[in-house]
Nanobody, 125 residues
Framework: VQLQASGGGLVQPGGSLRLSCAAS????????IVWFRQAPGKEREGVSC????????LYADSVKGRFTISRDNAKNTVHLQMNSLKSEDTAVYYC???????????????????WGQGTLVTVSS
């Protein structure tokens, strides 16, 4: 099982970025895929989760209305479209999954056992 996060970079406030989480060793449609982020000096925060199949989507209050998570089954990849970016969105973003058993969508980091390497998003003018 591997997860490869990409798409981070430097963007101005109000701008957009799309992060990608490419999976191998399992099918993204069969398991929850979640995005977390960790800013310097802060705790890791769950950002968004897309549940397996049609189990639903979760967003942190801090990103609702600005971020959209989606799944591309043909490419076995999950995307996080981030619009109207703010300086407080600056962080390393990680994708993660749990393939041990079925579980409802969750933003709790302790529910996930496989993690990608992270991609840095910097929002600054």
């Amino acid at each position: 099982v591997q997860l490869q996060a990409s798409g981070g970079g430097l963007v101005q406030p109000g701008g957009s970025l799309r992060l990608s989480c490419a999976a191998s060793g399992f099918t993204v449609d069969d398991y929850n895929i979640v995005w977390f982020r960790q800013a310097p000096g802060k705790e890791r925060e769950g950002v968004s989760c897309i549940g397996s199949g049609n189990e639903g989507i979760l967003y942190a209050d801090s990103v609702k209305g600005r971020f959209t998570i989606s799944r591309d089954n043909a490419k076995n990849t999950v995307h996080l479209q981030m619009n109207s970016l703010k300086s407080e969105d600056t962080a390393v973003y990680y994708c993660a999954t749990n393939i041990a058993a079925w579980a409802p969508p969750s933003l709790d980091e302790y529910d996930y056992d496989y993690w990608g390497q992270g991609t840095l998003v910097t929002v600054s003018s």
